[in-house]
Nanobody, 117 residues
């Protein structure tokens, strides 16, 4: 059983939108800070966004602020990343991360987002 499974990636034109999902299983999802982190081709990891366990507190990287929105549904053990006004520089593999109160981190395998005309 894979603890975190991302989905929703794909090819989209500049200016388009995508909604990523990350489904959790086998961990205490409602206790975890959830993060989205991305890795562009040939580059290092870039933190994108985070949401607290209860959901109302969110943080964003400056590069995505105003365009991306993170949310979660604790009843469904799922975190989302709504991405609007996508740019070619948003092209990356997007990873979901669960940070537990014990400081243990769990990562998904990622989903590829390609923004291209």
């Amino acid at each position: 059983q894979v603890p975190l499974v991302e989905s929703g990636g794909g090819l989209v034109q500049p200016g388009g939108s995508l909604r990523l999902s990350c489904a959790a299983s086998g961990l205490s999802f409602s206790s975890a800070w959830m993060h989205w982190v991305r890795q562009a081709p040939g580059k290092g990891l870039e933190w994108v966004s985070a949401i607290n366990p209860g959901g109302p507190i969110t943080y964003y990287a400056d590069s995505v602020k105003g365009r991306f929105s993170i949310s979660r549904d604790n009843a469904k053990n799922t975190v989302f990343l709504q991405m609007n006004s996508l740019k070619p520089e948003d092209t990356a593999v997007y990873y979901c991360n669960a940070h537990m109160p014990s400081s243990i981190d769990t990562w998904g395998k990622g989903t590829l987002v390609t923004v291209s005309a």
